[in-house]
């Protein structure tokens, strides 16, 4: 089994920076990609930037130039530095992690954005 714990979140106005971080422990023999998604109120969980272990990186259209993901492979941990925030980021923040053949999910962290 894999664990994901996440931290990082909070409240912060627009034009604000957070930074969300997650740490990996367990079973986590071969991570292959490292990504964050959100969900925010009665909208579906989407994408919000990807890692693969060769440190290509994908993100959402919405947060290009604004935010920055990372992996620290020694670590197992994935890094989402978030800036300009806009009330839009709102949301809960889903740390995910491929392990093999198998998906894993954090347990969530909010991010809400004041304009």
């Known amino acids: 089994q894999v664990q994901l714990v996440e931290s990082g979140g909070g409240l912060v106005q627009a034009g604000g920076s957070l930074r969300l971080s997650c740490a990996a422990s367990?079973?986590?023999?071969?991570?292959?990609?490292m990504g964050w998604y959100r969900q925010a109120p009665g909208k579906q969980r989407e994408v919000v930037a990807v890692?693969?272990?060769?440190?290509?990186?994908n993100y959402a259209d919405s947060v290009k130039g604004r935010f920055t993901i990372s992996r620290d492979n020694a670590k197992n941990t994935v890094l989402l530095q978030m800036s300009s925030l806009k009330p839009g980021d709102t949301g809960v923040y889903y740390c995910?992690?491929?392990?093999?053949?198998?998906?894993?999910w954090g347990q969530g962290t909010q991010v809400t954005v004041s304009s």
């Open positions: 995910h992690v491929d392990v093999g053949w198998s998906g894993y």
């Open positions: 367990g079973s986590i023999f071969g991570i292959n990609a």
């Open positions: 890692i693969t272990s060769v440190g290509d990186t």
